[in-house]
């Protein structure tokens, strides 16, 4: 009789991962850990002897320094189709297949228009107030006639382009690869950088993060914004210089930012930009949502099973 499969999944920070799947159908024995690991030896304490390795996206890092010392690691399943957290070149070396999952970005594109919209209408100011036996405090701002500024037009910002036009927007876009005719297509007006960052009431991000997006949003750019607007960002930290960016809230050379990714994830608690009273803060929460999570899942099951009868499915690499 085969062994039983070892599997742990890692940050299930909601413990959800084995009611929205069918993990019955594995012969395999399953942990679930659901806190983050505090760094790379806690990490390799914690997957030590584990066959099967199920990580959320890239809550969790895989350098060649961690999978080497993993040797009863076989497969490392991914949510989602790719993970720039795994070296894939290590983890082929080593003899690690590597699988990723089906993805929506649908979810991404809510959460950005609930962050537009609370920042825009103070909603989580409002809302405590209720709770707290106050009523009205403020005069939120309307999208009609506005100018919604999208930094990428790519499948998400793209998206976001459409609701934008709903709400009576005018969305201007720019990116180092976009072009007029690409814009168009959008019903979006291709801009210059400078002029993105001077014109935009809300300006959202949905690059890519990579070597020429990193730190893109700097200070330069920052202080080239009103000082009523609001940025969002949605896609990943490091893509704005956060330390431009705190010292641009707190001097109100912006009005807010409305932000789901950081450089650290989870935040840490004394994080400077927790108490900024312009900053609208969510736990990199965009693609949380039931039904992605059911593929997230459901896919990782059947990776497994692909794996265990030898003929692997989605690999990356």
């Known amino acids: 009789m085969a062994t039983p499969l070892k599997i742990a999944i890692l940050d ?187 014109e935009s009431d809300v300006l959202s991000i949905h690059l890519v993060l990579s070597s020429r997006s990193r730190g893109l949003v700097g200070a330069a750019e920052l202080a080239a914004m009103k000082d009523t607007a609001i940025l969002v960002n949605t896609s990943r930290g490091p893509i704005i210089d956060e330390a431009a960016l705190i010292d641009a809230l707190r001097a109100g050379r912006i009005g807010k930012a409305a932000l789901d990714v950081y450089d650290t994830e989870p935040l840490p608690a004394d994080h400077p930009l927790r108490p900024l009273p312009n900053a609208l803060l969510t736990p990199h929460i965009g693609y949380v949502s039931r039904e992605l999570y059911e593929t997230f899942y459901g896919d990782a099951v059947a990776d497994i099973a692909a794996f265990a009868a030898g003929s692997p499915v989605r690999v990356m690499g």
């Open 12 to 198: 299930d920070y909601q413990n959800v991962a084995l009611t929205v799947a069918d993990w019955s159908s594995l012969d395999a024995e399953i942990v679930v850990f659901t806190e983050p690991f505090a760094d790379a030896a806690e990490a390799v304490r914690a997957m030590a002897g584990f066959d099967v390795v199920v990580a959320m996206r890239e809550r969790t890092r895989f350098p060649a320094e961690v999978l080497e010392q993993l040797p009863d690691l076989r497969l490392l399943v991914s949510t989602g189709p790719r993970n720039a957290a795994i070296d894939l070149a290590a983890a082929q070396r080593l003899g690690v297949t590597v699988c990723g999952t089906g993805y929506s970005a649908r979810p991404t594109v809510e959460l950005t228009w609930a962050l537009i919209l609370a920042a825009a209408r103070n909603l989580p100011e409002e809302a405590a107030s209720v709770r707290a036996g106050g009523w009205q405090l403020s005069l939120g701002s309307g999208l009609d006639g506005k100018t919604l500024g999208l930094l990428g037009l790519g499948r998400i910002g793209s998206a976001v382009a459409s609701i934008g036009q709903a709400f009576g927007m005018n969305v201007i876009a720019w990116s180092q690869n976009l072009t007029a005719e690409k814009a168009a297509e959008h019903g979006v007006r291709a801009v210059s950088k400078e002029e993105l960052f001077a």
